[in-house]
């Protein structure tokens, strides 16, 4: 009898270590905050925002798919744009807030275009467009706690555009990656 009451307590106290075991790592890595951006998930999901990320406030103005895109004088803007592909023009408006390092090439402020299957794509440079597409364009300076509107331009493959969700802006210092949807 004092055997089997020892054996039953050994059991116990096995399986309690091994479920504390289990809970213990399994937190650890649901909540490696650090894990998880470095695993390229989103963290958060914003309906146009505004949301401030990286010392700049963003706000999605428009997601917007054409052919091809044009300049004030109605020439065709150049892109690398292969056949079967759709340009999408995101504009945004973006404010840089105190503390944010603005040189005299302004600042960073990229955003990427996602769909909701996890691809994602890189603006393009569109010389000639009325509004920047970058934050350090000397024709279109920003100064800080002063909104200002840019666009993103986008070149990606019809099929992929029923499935665009918005625009991914990061910081890797905060380990923080928005979504601002449509």
């Known amino acids: 009898m004092n055997r089997t009451v020892r054996l039953t307590a050994q059991i116990s106290l096995l399986l309690t270590l091994l479920a504390l075991s289990a809970f213990l790592l399994s937190r650890t890595y649901l909540d490696d905050a650090e894990r998880v951006y470095r695993d390229g998930a989103v963290t958060e999901v914003v309906d146009q925002g505004p949301v401030t990320i990286g010392k700049v406030r963003w706000n999605l103005d428009s997601l917007q798919p054409y052919t091809q895109l044009a300049d004030s004088e109605r020439k065709k803007i150049e892109l690398e744009q292969p056949a079967g592909s759709v340009v999408i023009l995101v504009t945004a408006s973006i404010t840089p807030l105190d503390g944010l390092k603005m040189g005299s090439s302004?600042?960073?402020?990229?955003?990427?275009?996602?769909?909701?299957?996890?691809?994602?794509?890189?603006?393009?440079?569109?010389?000639?467009?009325?509004?920047?597409?970058?934050?350090?364009?000397?024709?279109?300076?920003?100064?800080?706690?002063?909104?200002?509107?840019?666009?993103?331009?986008?070149?990606?493959?019809?099929?992929?555009?029923?499935?665009?969700?918005?625009?991914?802006?990061?910081?890797?210092?905060e380990q923080r990656r928005v979504l601002l949807t449509r």
């Open 106 to 173: 302004g600042f960073t402020c990229t955003a990427m275009l996602r769909d909701d299957r996890g691809n994602l794509w890189k603006s393009q440079s569109a010389y000639g467009y009325f509004l920047p597409t970058y934050c350090g364009d000397d024709d279109h300076p920003f100064t800080r706690n002063k909104t200002g509107r840019i666009a993103q331009i986008y070149v990606v493959p019809q099929s992929a555009v029923p499935h665009l969700s918005g625009i991914q802006v990061e910081d890797s210092d």
